[in-house]
């Protein structure tokens, strides 16, 4: 059982300044309570976000910080509250490790929400000790934020699924938009958007992805399943198209006009925004009021969410295009991430890397 009185320590790959390079960090980790899971990392997925917040892009950075939210590890011990995980599941941890438990989205199960909601790093649990993430060979995290991995999953193809394959699910979940027949886009095709691709066309979705330029064409079209390619700069095949969209997921990380897009959707289409970007975005009024269309945004997914992605995925035996690395590897795959080239999703195999090198 987890003990009040003990910290472990670990090992971590961690950025110490904005210069963004990881480099192998000792720490310890909080204090074990009943509520509590410890988890052997195995591998950890590399997400953009993890690109901002090393670079201290977002202006909020703390260091040294070891980052890391696409988590799946095994247990190796348990709280004596814990009844939900035993020792030797393979689990997985998202994006949050907290949250209040008493506000409007807490009682409501979508603590994403929660105004107090705790970082699974870069941030500070309730007891005051910084939160750390996945690229370590261990973490204490409660409960509540750990899902069982379906058997049969590996942990290499389960990881993305936890801020990825959540990203997408979600909103196509909360905004009525999983029955058959929609039409939808996938604006921008990295790891949420190839997620999306394949997470939508197994809803029974026609699916357009829409790039910069028609590098990814043949991917998308013939690995991926998506129904139709759009060009963003081709103006006449846009033109072609507007009108013609139920929803676009538009998971861009940088800034870009939104105009060209709102154009693609349906009297009350939704663009739904999904990258993290502290440039403010422009469009022009009339472009959403003549057709009754709606900007949003959402942000991963419940707990409860995450627990449907990975069933959902399971059972319509969806996989995530990934190449694994080790440790060593991993400042190259960031650079490699910054310049878009992964096709699509690095994931770290923690667990068989030499992590104090």
């Not at 987890?2 to 000792?26: F, Q």
């Not at 991963?300 to 190449?323: A, N």
Request: charged share 20%.
């Amino acid at each position: 059982m987890g003990s009040l009185e003990v910290e472990k320590k670990t090992i971590g790959w961690a950025a110490k300044d904005p210069s963004g390079v990881l480099s192998p960090y000792s720490y310890t980790l909080r204090k074990t309570g009943p509520e509590d899971v410890e988890i052997k990392v195995l591998c950890c997925g590399l997400c953009h976000t993890d690109l901002h917040q090393v670079k201290n892009d977002l202006g909020m950075s703390n260091y040294p910080m070891v980052p890391g939210h696409e988590v799946v590890g095994e247990v190796v011990e348990v709280g004596s509250n814990v009844a939900k995980f035993n020792v030797g599941d393979t689990v997985g941890v998202g994006v949050l490790v907290g949250c209040c438990r008493s506000c409007r989205p807490c009682n409501q199960d979508i603590e994403q929400y929660c105004n107090n909601r705790i970082w699974s790093y870069n941030d500070v649990y309730s007891d005051g000790k910084p939160t750390q993430g996945g690229f370590a060979t261990s973490m204490i995290v409660d409960q509540k934020f750990v899902v069982k991995i379906p058997d049969g999953m590996s942990p290499e193809q389960a990881a993305p699924l936890l801020c990825a394959g959540l990203t997408v699910y979600s909103p196509l979940n909360h905004f009525g938009l999983k029955q058959s027949g929609l039409r939808g886009g996938i604006l921008g095709l990295g790891g949420v958007g190839h997620m999306g691709v394949k997470i939508a066309k197994a809803m029974g979705h026609h699916i357009t992805v829409i790039s910069s330029s028609d590098r990814k064409k043949e991917e998308a079209l013939e690995h991926l399943g998506a129904d139709e390619y759009l060009v963003s700069s081709d103006t006449t095949r846009m033109q072609e198209a507007a009108d013609s969209l139920d929803y676009i997921i538009d998971t861009i990380p940088v800034f870009h006009p939104l105009e060209p897009y709102i154009s693609l959707l349906k009297l009350d289409g939704k663009l739904i925004l999904m990258g993290v970007i502290n440039t403010p975005m422009q469009f022009i009024t009339p472009m959403v009021m003549l057709g009754r269309k709606t900007i949003t945004g959402s942000f991963i997914g419940s707990m409860k969410e995450t627990e449907e992605v990975l069933e959902f995925c399971k059972e319509k035996g969806l996989t995530s295009q990934i190449e694994v690395v080790k440790m060593d590897y991993v400042n190259t795959a960031m650079e490699r991430l910054e310049k878009n080239d992964v096709r699509y999703r690095f994931v770290v195999d923690v667990a068989g890397s030499k992590i104090d090198q």
